[in-house]
């Protein structure tokens, strides 16, 4: 079975997130994929693209450093503020251009700068069959 496409609307998941988030996909590249935008490997800003995986718990994340000292170092998770330098790691070959970056398919991961690995969780894309 191929891989689908990722699309807007897409749900992915962090390792340290306590929450899934949703990938917006800015429909500068003009490709559609079930009448949403197509997302590519550099869909990859924060905030921009990669919303918020609701509270971070990863002990690399200065917020999450500062609040469990804070809690005299009781571990205390912080909101979530993805940190993505790089775009998305290709899961498979890369053989689809949309503009000038390569199409993302459901296998691509993304690192965060905080230690987290993000997935796609479920592609956004949806298959109807018309008999």
Known sequence: MANLQVCAGATLQCSFGAAPSVLN?????????????AATLVDSIPIV????FAMCQSTANPTVIAATAAALGVFTPMPCVPVTPAPWIP????????GVAPALDAQGTLICAWGGVIKVAQPGQVTTFVP
């Open 49 to 52: 693209n990669i919303t918020p």
């Open 91 to 98: 899961g498979g070959a890369p053989t689809v251009l949309m």
């Open 25 to 37: 996909v800015l429909p500068t590249n003009r490709t559609m994929v079930g009448g949403v935008p």
